[in-house]
């Protein structure tokens, strides 16, 4: 079969892309959010408040542009403390993840993970959800001092996996990694079932949809 894109790497993004996290980001910060007394928020605003990591999810569910930073920094510490109980309870891969990744392995693709979350979250939450075998990369949203859109993550996971940015493909979920990957000069496609922070998916400057990830081997050639 011909490949659409001709590729020896494939970047992933974590939430929203391969796992369904919703639900215990939702949790954790409600938990937050009672703790200090604060309004608790919808699981549909809290979808829209995923994308560049932990701080800016707290920011965007607190909406507080006065708060000083001892008490933000405190507020992001109760969120972490409480998601470190809750990733990976619920959390689940998207339908045809796992298949998908396991056909990708053995076809002898070179793979990472590209996420703006945190390291101490996303290591575990690999493991939980049992997809920590399938990446020779994990480039996370603390590890580098520029997160997602900039370029430096998806270059970083090049580098690691010794694939040069024209020879991988990146696959996310937001305008965070498609801008990222465009700006890695790395084709970029966007899963319709994310998370957007709001934007809707199509009017995102990208290579391509998918709806679901088995509808990306044949466009590799498999
Ligand atoms: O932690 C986030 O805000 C988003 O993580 P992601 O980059 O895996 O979508
Ligand atoms: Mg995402």
Redesign the pocket.
Known sequence: MSARFDVDAVLF????TLLDTIDDLHEAANRMLAELGRPLRSREEVRNF?????PK?VERCLAEPDMGAADFDAAVDVFRRHYRDTNGRRAVPFDTVRDTLDTLKARGFAMGVV???ARDFTEPLLVATGLADHFGALVC?DMLPNK?PAPDMVLHACAALAVPPQRTLMVG??A?DAECARAAGVPVLLMTYG?TEGVPVDTINCDGLLSRLAELPPLLGC
């Open positions: 993004d974590l939430d929203g995923v994308g560049k990591g932990i999810l996420t703006n979350k949203g997602k979920d937001s965070n998370y």
